[in-house]
Every structure is written in C-alpha cells, then in structure tokens.
C-alpha cells in the first residue's frame, strides 16, 4: 500500500535556525506532493504543492521543497525559521493517475520554534 | 467567509449513539472528501464525492458509516451506534474537479464518544 512516511514527529527550533522536515512516499508512479500546515487552532492550509516542472518549489511564508525522484523525496526547508512558524506539518501525496484525487498523508511533524 | 465550512465544531456523545456532521464546500467545487484524524497522526482517507456520486469508499470506513451529498453541495456524515474508537476529528476538504489541484479543508468536527 501507498505510504508517506514523516521522519522527525517533533522538531524544537531557535528563531533563525535553519529547518529541513524530511518526507518520503512509496509509490513508484507519477505522484503529486504537497505540503499542508496547521497553525494552532487554525485548519489545514497549503504551504506548497508539486506537480510538475521545476523540482524546486517555492510556497508561501518563505518555504521551500525539493523534489527528488530517485529518493523517492519531497523534503520541506525554510532557511531561517520565526516563532510564527511553530505548528504541525503534514507531507501528502496523491498519485498521478487517480481519479479521486484523494490525498495520503504522513504522521505529521510538530515544529516548536522557540523565542 | 467562503471557505469549507463545517459542523458542529465538537460533539461529545455517549457510546451507541448516533451523530451527523455536515460539511459546506466551496460553492464551485465538484470533489468532496472526508478524512479522519486521530491524535498524533495524519489525515486518512474516508471517502470522496464527485458531484453527488460517491466515488471511493475507504475500508476505514465501516458498514457504521454512511455519508451522502444529496444535491452535489453540502454533504453529512453520520456515524450509527458510535463506538469510543470513533473518537477523533472528521475533516471535511473540497477541492474542484482536475487533477493536483489544492484541497481546500474546513475547520473539522472533533468527536468524543463516552
């Protein structure tokens, strides 16, 4: 089965640090990626999306991810983190050739960014 | 506010009970998706309407479970003789109707079942 694994469940960050959330999905075929957050007491939102084209996708709020193929890996990274980034971060992954369009996502990562 | 709306926000129930959660997409959206989220985990999968049809059922989702979307707008969930492992957030996302296209979710239903 289709699996999207999140390696690090709980990330404590100092403001201005640098961030990287790893992700990595199973399946083999054409995939879409995405990058959902969730703001304390906020609902999901998009940060970034993957669906062809550059690999390098850049999202809002100066997030950035990179797709890489052959690692099977859509890693999130922002450069220089701010206490307004702390939240739960979600990888998803919905394949190429579905119809439904259903997302896949992993275990989430909880960033703490302290002050 | 034009977003995905839903509700109730909370509900808490006792087992055997049954409860109804309502979803409100975005007006232009065809795609309708449910999604259930447990503590410490990600969203999964429920079920997907496009339009009014059902499309795809997840195995998640038990013969307890019934969800429709009658006129191809807003939809209901409604989970029959609740049980305590159905507590968790029941996440409602619309999206329109191509593929890689961003899924749009609401606020959620947080269940507790006592």
Redesign the interface.
């Known amino acids: 089965a289709q699996s999207v694994s999140q390696h690090n469940h709980h990330v404590i960050l100092s403001e201005a640090a640098s961030l990287e959330l790893g992700c990595n999905y199973s399946y083999g075929g054409t995939v879409n990626l995405f990058w959902y957050v969730q703001y304390p007491g906020q609902h999901l939102q998009l940060l970034l999306k993957y669906f062809s084209g550059d690999p390098l996708v850049k999202g809002i709020k100066g997030f950035e991810a990179e797709f890489i193929k052959s690692k099977f890996s859509f890693n999130l990274r922002k450069p220089s983190v701010q206490w307004s980034d702390t939240a739960e971060y979600f990888c998803a992954v919905t394949r190429g050739s579905s119809n439904t369009g259903k997302l896949i996502f992993g275990q989430g990562t909880t960033l703490q960014v302290k002050p | 506010d034009t977003g995905v709306s839903q509700d109730p926000r909370h509900k808490i129930t006792k087992r055997g009970q049954n409860v109804t959660f309502r979803c409100d997409p975005i007006s232009e959206h065809n795609?309708l998706?449910w999604?259930r989220q447990t503590l410490?985990?990600?969203?999964?999968?429920l079920t997907?309407f496009?339009n009014e049809a059902q499309?795809?059922k997840s195995r998640l989702l038990s013969d307890r479970f019934s969800a429709e979307r009658p006129k191809g707008s807003f939809s209901t969930l409604e989970i029959q003789r609740t049980e305590q492992g159905d507590s968790a957030m029941y996440?409602c996302?619309s999206?329109e109707n191509r593929?890689?296209?961003?899924?749009?979710?609401?606020?959620?239903t947080r269940l507790l079942v006592l």
Request: net charge negative; no cysteine; aromatic share 24%.
């Open positions: 795609r998706y999604y410490g985990q990600g969203p999964e999968f997907y496009q499309l795809e996440l996302a999206s593929a890689g296209v961003t899924q749009y979710f609401g606020p959620g």
